[in-house]
């Protein structure tokens, strides 16, 4: 297969971590007889140093041109970063709004497992991390909050600041409609949350979604509200499949929800529209403070690579290739320092990288 | 001292609760010579079974007359309970919101500690546990979200539904100002949670937080991104002490910090407004699955009642006496099934009240 992929190095620890993983996809096409074009595009900070902002038409246009789109972390440290003298829509992480909007990807998939061989570095307790977990937090990209109209006006000589947050039932439809196929796929269960004691698109929200249940009669459906799903994933993060929320909800649970494994070095995100098309990153943040240290842990890209050749190119087995590859050299005792624990050996970034190409 | 408390019994394991905390108010008032009147108060679930409404402006008003409300809990099993049979508008928790904005309760406090005594029952590790937290979360609660415009329409043939988040200037730094000031009696920091990346409301947010902060030069003052807060209340709650925040992340962070603790129901709050007045209630829910058992933990709504003292009357030595009795019972190893452990001796409801008793 000939696959284009769009790279977005970024920032902080982005150009390490995504090297790796295009080091890893690499291996894998030589390894199965696919071909690879990359190309090379700026977003967030470097877009900035460059640019003068954080994403341009042109690189939007790129974008849409690959088949998938490979990212790295986007933006600084905003008490240092000059980035940050910047008004708000010319920061790094505007690009990436804008990024998300002008692709269309409303279907955001973050899985936050708990790796049996890194369950010390769970910050639960043992009777907790024991249990296991594996959940995949489905969150609606491109509504609510982050997309609504908002303002700041002075009336009656009092600043007031308005933020909207708007759902429609056709937005709900398709992001649970992605929720209900991940499960069907999965342990066939959907947690959707939502605040329906309280919100108006939360109570659309959870109408829509059941009458999208009727449609998937094996997916036991569940419905959570945000503030007792916050509680549940500490007590008991075993008890979620697919959890399915709107976008400020989901940015909330799925950074707590990966927090809870312990090992956010570990985990992918996936962005998806309704074409094969997607944009992959870690779920970690640019890390600045260890950038260019070489000691960051690139498996997170690495996984999201897998997670691309699955969803956007059907390549089955070569994602199994890489995650079996990434158990394996995770069972041989390698771990970036993040994850390194007592009897262990540390190694540094592109050991990583080789470490995994060496088990494809 | 002449107390006028409004009792506000509730629904679920709320009557049963309730009554212990008046117990143990009782025997407060009769050991230090204060003499308490109480007014029972219908809302939520308690009073559509009456009224047909969830609060009616009578009560209302006769909470206005109190000095200060304690409160159970509100609302009943969401699948079963025909409350939830009505229109949003007119169930348990609705009355709920209308008593906060009624009252103009608009400051939430919401303690969340690691008891000593009960480190066991934290769902985090030990080396987390280890170092114990004591944090207060400070939430808005008559604004944002919860009280914003709302409309579900029909636009070209499809569903949408609209929710406003809005804060003014003044809603932020009055509950600013209340955050700063409890700090100055606790360890003088505050971190400020907001979504500044991404709303309006949370850029105007955090400039007045930054302006009231001038004000409070011996408290440290810190921003955090909410999705970041989610995180980090998981990996190392012992680094907050005042947590400020708007209502709906408040709603959210403060259930997860109580989650953390790993014992609700040991966890009081209160909600002010710019008087003396305050409402004071339990962080848990109303527990219909264990209601009239007798075996539901009081001790939420006792140190709730403590608070009361503290907040509302100026009476800190009485305060201090409930919440030593408290402390004393658990170390003597009386536990409620809640937060039963081996070794110690579980108890009720009502015996947990009357041991409190023995110790003011
Ligand atoms: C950088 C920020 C705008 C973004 C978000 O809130 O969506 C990030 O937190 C994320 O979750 O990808
Ligand atoms: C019952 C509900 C409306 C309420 C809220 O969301 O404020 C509750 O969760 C709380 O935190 O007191």
Known sequence: MEMKIGVIKGDGIGPEIVDEAMKVLDQTAKVYGHSISYTQLLMGGASID???????????QLAKDSDAVLMGSI?????TSPWYQLEPSKRPEAGLLQLRKGLNLFANLRPAVLYDELKGACPLKKEIADRGFDLMIMRELTGGLY??????????????????????????????????????????????????????????????????AKDYPEVTLEHMLVDNCAMQLVKDPAQFDVVLTENMFGDILSDEAS????S?????????????????????????DIAGK??????????SAAMMLRFSFDLDKEADAIENAVAAVL???????????????QIGTAQMGDKICEYI
Do not use: H, Q
């Not at 303002?151 to 992605?178: F, P, Q």
């Open 259 to 262: 927090m809870v494994t312990g």
């Open 147 to 212: 997309f609504g109209k908002r303002s700041t006006e002075e009336i009656d000589g009092v600043l007031t600041a308005k933020d909207e947050l708007t759902y429609n039932e056709n937005e709900i439809r398709r992001i649970a409609k992605r929720g209900f196929d991940i499960a069907m796929k999965r342990n066939k269960k959907v947690t959707s949350v939502d605040k329906a004691n309280v919100l108006d698109s939360s109570r659309l929200w959870r109408k829509v979604v059941e009458e999208v």
């Open 331 to 345: 069972k041989d005792g390698y771990r970036t320092i993040d994850i390194m624990s007592e009897g262990k050996e």
């Open 294 to 303: 070489g000691i960051a842990n690139p498996i997170a890209t690495i996984l």
């Open 75 to 79: 933006g600084g440290d905003a008490k």
């Open 264 to 288: 956010i070095g570990m985990l992918a995100s996936a962005s998806l529209n309704d074409t094969k098309f997607g944009l992959y990153e870690p779920s970690g943040g640019s890390a600045p």
């Open 50 to 60: 460059v640019n003068g902002v954080p994403l341009t038409e042109e690189t939007l």
